[in-house]
């Protein structure tokens, strides 16, 4: 028979390169290993002696203490992220696993250091802003040329009109102003192409299909099955009063994608996601119903931000800017139209209008 050996998990303890804690009920730590030391600054001593509250980021304590709670109710905390702050001042992003032992009254939790994650993100964030900023100027630029420019040629045209040749009796005159009418009337036409060119080259490449919701909606859920696992998601879906759209497929997933993975991401701590979509046609129009019951938002202080790009609004651990700006401009740039309809601690809807 063979003997087993009991192996000592201390050595793990002590030489992982990950944060490795366990926290009371109390929101006291009660033991860390190196790394947390290394990476905080602090000695153990001072790191047992504070409340847990103490080390974190000041605007992520209060969403950090909500989530806690869940640890409370014998709920494990998977993928959860926030701000430490080290003893030299140094703010540091970390991601959470915690489990509790509710007959210990204790958690057990182990943290990654994403700073340079986090960093790299921003960095693209900003990127992207940046050249979406300098598209629009370069749009605007040729819109108003184009407007610019029309305006003495269509004078230049009137002037034409007006001219009474029947008093011009040299024919070279007569024969340069006819040139001089006809390129007028070219470069009229070359603009007012130009202007049309502009205002559909946005939908100019873009595939169009028929869409079906339940299809796209069956993929999305695949594709984050986890994350939905792990927030208990509840879904309510109704297609039956419309099967689908024409539209673009990759536009239809990216929508589905960004609005579910919010209504996780704000999620009220205490409350696993309740998920409506909805199909309809009202007054001939074809819309897409999508509700959540999470946060919500104060729409007399941001209504009219929401789907701005880098718009955050509840100092969310992952909150990008990018969703909801993807959301409206793969709606809008269709032709259709979406609104909402929100208030805080109330759930969000947004209600989208296809062409």
Known sequence: MQETTSLSLEPFFNLSMDLLCIAGYDGYFKKVNP????????????????????????????????????????????NYENRYVCKSGEVIWLHWTSIPLDEEKLVYAIAKNITHKKKLEKER?????????????????????????????????????????????????????????????????????YVDLLSKKDNANIELEEVDFESILKQVKLSISSLLVNANVTFKVDFSALKGIRHNVNYMESVFLNLMTNSIKYAKPNVPPVISITSRIMEDRKQLVYTDNGLGFDMDKVGDKIFGLNQKFHNNRDSKGVGLYLVYNHITNLGGEISVDSAVDQGTTFTITFK
Not at 53 to 59: A, L, M, N, S, Y
């Open 35 to 78: 790394a947390v030391v290394k990476l905080l600054g602090y000695s153990e001593e001072e790191l047992f002696s504070r409340p847990i509250r103490e080390f974190i980021h000041e605007e992520d304590r209060d969403l950090t203490a909500r989530y806690r709670e869940n640890l409370k109710n014998n709920l494990p905390l998977v």
């Open 125 to 193: 964030i900003e990127h992207l802003i940046n050249l979406v900023d300098k598209n629009h100027e370069l749009k605007r630029l040729n819109y108003t040329t184009s407007h610019d420019l029309r305006s003495p040629v269509n004078n230049l045209l009137s002037i034409f009109g007006f001219l009474d040749v029947s008093k011009i009796g040299d024919d070279e005159i007569l024969e340069t102003l006819d040139y001089m009418k006809m390129a007028t009337e070219g470069l009229n036409r070359s603009l007012n192409k």
